[in-house]
Nanobody
């Protein structure tokens, strides 16, 4: 069982930056692949980024490539999402998720069925 708690969301001006954190409770965090998803109001939840167990493998949706960076610190049981050059369309609730699979392919990572545990989400609002 893994419990996930996101933090770091808030209100930011377009062009600004935020860093989201996802703290995991569980002794086997380092064995899990991790992902970040986003859900805008009235839309389906969408994949943003994923990272494998070691941090050596990362994947991003095209819309955030070059602006967002996913990373993890296994010693702190935490995964991060650094978001730069934020746009209005980045607004939404951001969720982190954990997968028992230590890694995933570019095809697999966006599939929400890959993930076994989800956090409650943190709101990010980008003012235009």
């Amino acid at each position: 069982q893994v419990q996930l708690v996101e933090s770091g969301g808030g209100l930011v001006q377009a062009g600004g930056s935020l860093r989201l954190s996802c703290a995991a409770a569980g002794r086997t965090f380092s064995m899990y692949g991790m992902g970040w998803f986003r859900q805008a109001s009235g839309k389906e939840r969408e994949f943003i980024a994923a990272i494998n167990w070691s941090g050596a493998g990362t994947f991003y949706v095209d819309s955030v490539k070059g602006r967002f960076t996913i990373s993890r610190d296994n010693a702190k049981n935490t995964v991060y999402l650094r978001m730069n050059s934020l746009k209005f369309e980045d607004t939404g609730v951001y969720y982190c998720a954990a997968s028992r699979a230590p890694g995933c392919s570019a095809h697999e990572c966006p599939d929400q069925r890959m993930y076994d545990y989800w956090g409650q989400g943190t709101q990010v609002t980008v003012a235009s």
